[in-house]
């Protein structure tokens, strides 16, 4: 059974970090292409960062390239987020997703939540 499990959201002070997980099970990460993505209240949800199936190329929401990191351990079958100097603006349930067979799979997500 296909399944990706987020994990790692809390609430954080403004200007801290945090280090989100996404463990994938029933297929194996480096075989697809991994996005992360974000929805806050009221907005959109919006693609924030993508892995490559080689791993070695890495896409990023423009206004997000400098602070978000994504990378991935193949060997725990895991795609990380990492995420730098957040802001209120940040503030959202992030969750991973993978395109197999023409079809989307999504986490359920974790919350992020940024705050003084």
């Known amino acids: 059974q296909l399944q990706l499990v987020e994990s790692g959201g809390g609430l954080v002070q403004p200007g801290g970090s945090l280090k989100l997980s996404c463990t994938a099970s029933?297929?194996?990460?480096?075989?697809?292409?991994m996005f992360w993505n974000r929805q806050a209240p009221g907005r959109k949800r919006e693609v924030v960062a993508g892995?490559?199936?080689?791993?070695?190329?890495?896409v990023y929401k423009e206004s997000l390239e400098g602070r978000f990191t994504t990378s991935r351990d193949i060997a725990k079958n895991t795609v990380f987020l990492e995420m730098n100097n957040l802001g209120p603006d940040d503030t959202a349930v992030y969750s991973c997703?993978?395109?197999?067979?023409?079809?989307?799979?999504w986490g359920q997500g974790t919350q992020v939540t940024v705050s003084s």
């Open positions: 997703h993978v395109f197999i067979n023409a079809r989307e799979y």
């Open positions: 029933g297929f194996r990460i480096d075989s697809y292409d």
């Open positions: 892995i490559n199936e080689p791993g070695v190329g890495t």
